[in-house]
């Protein structure tokens, strides 16, 4: 069955069994078991996963490759008072990554600097003119942070210089690694696998790394009673805020570090993320929904139109003052940012449609006018309602600089990586779902027909599913089950929110409401009700279906509303198909 997205809906099935066995042995609801069930959590999991522990998933450091020659150099660094840089990219990652870092090295009282490329001058990564102004001014050691792993050319000219660098990275790593003290990437070909978590962040390599290197100045009695260890765990905070912000899966020990990093971030303890929250309207207990969706964008919007400072100055800012002063930039950054971010989206629609370009199994779209900032924003938007991989870019002169999001099951890193080698691309990196490219525009239309050809055969049998763990009926969406699922919690990417389907509801009342939302009052045949809302459906088929007032079949997931101190249910329509095609 093809819905109104054109998804095909797949019901999670379940061994009633397990289900069983589940609701015995850990006193679990049917709910909740048949949910775990149905994503095929081993019982050997199931503690682990409801209530994950860092110390159990936590491996060696010391299993990724390099790490120690980097502990050891780290080490003489400090011992002989060299000076030191943290050289991080502008993303949220990148900035919690570089964060981690000054915090740590301040707790040490080890005074460090730190550079973060401006987007529009510099672009992605290490550039050598960043490097050489750095050597210049007596840098002798570089951490690399969410960068360095291709730039093979700039760490040889650095190295040449005397300029030693380390990186820690978590991108797509090619053959040929640069000539760093140490390359630090779970990504790197010849690295056995360290963990069962598919993947992890830079912040989440970096929190690796302050392991191993506090081991090591255990070991060599750095510290004492007077100048005790920094308690790590403490530092979770920023690992769980870059964690959800490059979309990690939430499993294993990502999912760990995200538990632990909310609790953090629900006691206000740092003052740059306390006031972030209060500008943005954050008064409960932080959920991973409020990293990806407010707290990350505002501090990514002084990187995406702005100086990319600002971010990194709110996360380590010490004085009260200061880090709401910041707090407001960033927050009046992010709604500037949102105002260039729906221009933008309608005019790549223009682009797509006058050129016929939704044929193609790529979508590659570009403008001189875009800002460089909003290109992955918009890349995103554009693949998820056209469910196709897609590349949008920035021309500046005879260049081109864009970003890429792409489909589950296409590697993207994989993907630019091969463009790179083969001359087409002039550089560009990046993991499975997400990447950055760099091209002549005298190159675009063979990058589009490079694009074209590696992604055909898959286009070709992808067929977008939306996974439903569950059929409800509206009686049974109460506050009650809500409590129950956030059992669940934190939900992201490979744990999302449950998805439910209503079998023959029918909102009997609807109005717009916001930048092209429907919220709805949704009934079914025996007269419950239940409050819903649809977003971005205006103009959409699903949005038509829900004005026509007749009985549909309807997938989303539920959460809870709060309006005037009162708690209610509110379901988020995310799709759905007229009953005659079920």
Same mark, same amino acid.
């Given at each position: 069955?093809?819905?109104?997205?054109?998804?095909?809906?797949?019901?999670?099935?379940?061994? &009633?069994?397990?289900?069983?066995?589940?609701?015995?042995?850990?006193?679990?609801?049917?709910?909740?078991?048949?949910?775990?069930?149905?994503?095929?959590?081993?019982?050997?999991?199931?503690?682990? $996963?409801?209530?994950?522990?860092?110390?159990?998933?936590?491996?060696?450091?010391?299993?990724?490759?390099?790490i120690?020659?980097?502990?050891?150099?780290?080490?003489?660094?400090?011992? %002989?008072?060299?000076?030191?840089?943290?050289?991080?990219?502008?993303?949220?990652?990148?900035?919690?990554?570089?964060?981690?870092?000054?915090?740590? $090295?301040?707790?040490?009282?080890?005074?460090?600097?730190?550079?973060?490329?401006?987007?529009?001058?510099?672009?992605?990564?290490? %550039?050598?003119?960043?490097?050489?102004?750095?050597?210049?001014?007596?840098?002798?050691?570089?951490?690399?942070?969410?960068?360095?792993?291709?730039?093979?050319?700039?760490? &040889?000219?650095?190295?040449?210089?005397?300029?030693?660098?380390?990186?820690?990275?978590?991108?797509?790593?090619?053959?040929? *690694?640069?000539?760093?003290?140490?390359?630090?990437?779970?990504?790197?070909?010849?690295?056995?696998?360290?963990?069962?978590?598919?993947?992890?962040?830079?912040?989440?390599?970096?929190?690796?790394?302050l392991?191993?290197?506090?081991?090591?100045?255990?070991?060599?009695?750095?510290?004492?009673?007077?100048?005790?260890?920094?308690?790590?765990?403490?530092?979770?905070?920023?690992?769980?805020?870059?964690?959800?912000?490059?979309?990690?899966?939430?499993?294993?020990?990502?999912?760990?570090?995200?538990?632990?990093g909310?609790?953090?971030?629900?006691?206000?303890? %740092?003052?740059?993320?306390?006031?972030?929250?209060?500008?943005?309207?954050?008064?409960?207990?932080?959920?991973?929904?409020?990293?990806? $969706?407010?707290?990350?964008?505002?501090?990514?919007?002084?990187?995406?139109?702005?100086?990319?400072? *600002?971010?990194?100055?709110?996360?380590?800012?010490?004085?009260?003052?200061?880090?709401?002063?910041?707090?407001?930039?960033?927050?009046?950054?992010?709604?500037?940012?949102?105002?260039?971010?729906?221009?933008?989206?309608?005019?790549?629609?223009?682009?797509?449609?006058?050129?016929?370009?939704?044929?193609?199994?790529?979508?590659?779209?570009?403008?001189?006018?875009?800002?460089?900032?909003?290109?992955?924003?918009?890349?995103?938007?554009?693949?998820?309602?056209?469910?196709?991989?897609?590349?949008?870019?920035?021309?500046?002169?005879?260049?081109?600089?864009?970003?890429?999001?792409?489909?589950?099951? *296409?590697?993207?890193?994989?993907l630019?990586? &091969?463009?790179?080698?083969?001359?087409?691309?002039?550089?560009?990196g990046?993991?499975?779902?997400?990447?950055g490219?760099?091209?002549?525009?005298?190159?675009?239309?063979?990058?589009?027909?490079?694009?074209?050809?590696?992604?055909?055969?898959?286009?070709?049998?992808?067929?977008?599913v939306?996974?439903?763990?569950?059929?409800?009926?509206?009686?049974?969406?109460?506050?009650?089950?809500?409590?129950?699922?956030?059992?669940?919690e934190?939900?992201?990417?490979?744990?999302?929110?449950?998805?439910?389907?209503?079998?023959?509801?029918?909102?009997a009342?609807?109005?717009?409401?916001?930048s092209?939302?429907?919220?709805?009052?949704?009934?079914?045949?025996?007269?419950?009700?239940?409050?819903?809302?649809?977003?971005?459906?205006?103009?959409?088929?699903?949005?038509?279906?829900?004005?026509?007032k007749?009985?549909?079949?309807?997938?989303?997931? *539920?959460?809870?509303?709060?309006?005037?101190?009162q708690?209610?249910?509110?379901?988020?329509?995310?799709?759905?198909?007229? %009953?005659?095609?079920?």
């Amino acid at each position: 069955m093809i819905s109104l997205s054109g998804k095909q809906w797949i019901f999670k099935s379940a061994d &009633e069994l397990k289900i069983l066995a589940l609701q015995q042995k850990f006193g679990l609801s049917d709910s909740l078991a048949r949910i775990l069930a149905g994503r095929h959590v081993s019982l050997e999991a199931i503690p682990s $996963f409801l209530t994950p522990k860092i110390q159990d998933l936590m491996p060696d450091p010391s299993r990724l490759l390099d790490i120690d020659t980097a502990v050891q150099r780290v080490q003489k660094a400090i011992h %002989n008072a060299e000076k030191i840089v943290v050289y991080g990219d502008y993303d949220v990652d990148g900035a919690t990554s570089v964060a981690l870092l000054v915090r740590y $090295f301040r707790a040490l009282g080890v005074p460090v600097e730190t550079y973060i490329p401006d987007r529009l001058a510099e672009g992605y990564g290490v %550039n050598l003119a960043a490097l050489e102004t750095l050597h210049k001014k007596g840098a002798q050691l570089v951490l690399m942070v969410d960068c360095g792993t291709t730039a093979v050319a700039e760490i &040889e000219a650095a190295r040449a210089w005397g300029l030693d660098a380390i990186i820690l990275d978590h991108h797509a790593a090619g053959v040929a *690694l640069p000539p760093a003290v140490a390359v630090i990437n779970p990504h790197r070909v010849d690295q056995p696998p360290v963990l069962h978590t598919p993947q992890l962040c830079a912040a989440g390599v970096v929190f690796l790394f302050l392991v191993a290197l506090q081991r090591a100045l255990k070991k060599a009695h750095f510290f004492s009673q007077e100048n005790p260890p920094p308690d790590l765990i403490d530092y979770c905070d920023f690992v769980a805020l870059g964690t959800v912000c490059d979309v990690m899966p939430l499993q294993g020990l990502n999912r760990a570090f995200v538990r632990r990093g909310l609790i953090l971030m629900s006691k206000r303890q %740092n003052l740059g993320l306390a006031a972030l929250m209060k500008v943005a309207g954050i008064q409960s207990a932080v959920s991973a929904y409020h990293l990806g $969706f407010a707290l990350g964008p505002r501090i990514n919007a002084d990187g995406r139109i702005g100086s990319s400072q *600002l971010g990194l100055q709110l996360l380590t800012e010490q004085d009260d003052l200061a880090a709401k002063d910041l707090a407001e930039q960033l927050h009046e950054l992010n709604d500037k940012r949102q105002k260039m971010e729906k221009k933008l989206l309608e005019e790549a629609l223009q682009q797509i449609e006058q050129n016929q370009l939704q044929k193609r199994p790529v979508l590659l779209v570009g403008a001189e006018e875009w800002h460089p900032g909003l290109v992955g924003i918009a890349a995103s938007r554009l693949k998820d309602q056209f469910q196709k991989p897609c590349f949008v870019a920035s021309f500046d002169g005879a260049w081109a600089k864009g970003s890429a999001r792409s489909l589950e099951g *296409l590697d993207l890193g994989v993907l630019i990586h &091969e463009a790179v080698s083969v001359g087409i691309l002039e550089k560009g990196g990046g993991h499975a779902l997400a990447g950055g490219f760099t091209l002549a525009r005298a190159q675009w239309d063979a990058f589009y027909e490079f694009l074209t050809q590696k992604t055909q055969k898959f286009m070709e049998t992808f067929q977008p599913v939306l996974e439903i763990d569950a059929e409800l009926s509206l009686s049974g969406a109460t506050l009650d089950l809500l409590r129950d699922l956030s059992q669940l919690e934190p939900f992201g990417t490979g744990n999302p929110l449950p998805r439910f389907c209503f079998h023959r509801a029918r909102p009997a009342f609807v109005r717009p409401i916001g930048s092209g939302h429907l919220q709805c009052t949704l009934e079914d045949e025996a007269g419950n009700t239940l409050a819903a809302v649809a977003f971005r459906c205006q103009n959409t088929k699903m949005g038509e279906a829900l004005l026509k007032k007749d009985y549909l079949s309807l997938v989303g997931h *539920l959460q809870i509303n709060e309006w005037r101190d009162q708690k209610s249910p509110q379901f988020i329509i995310e799709d759905g198909a007229w %009953n005659r095609e079920i």
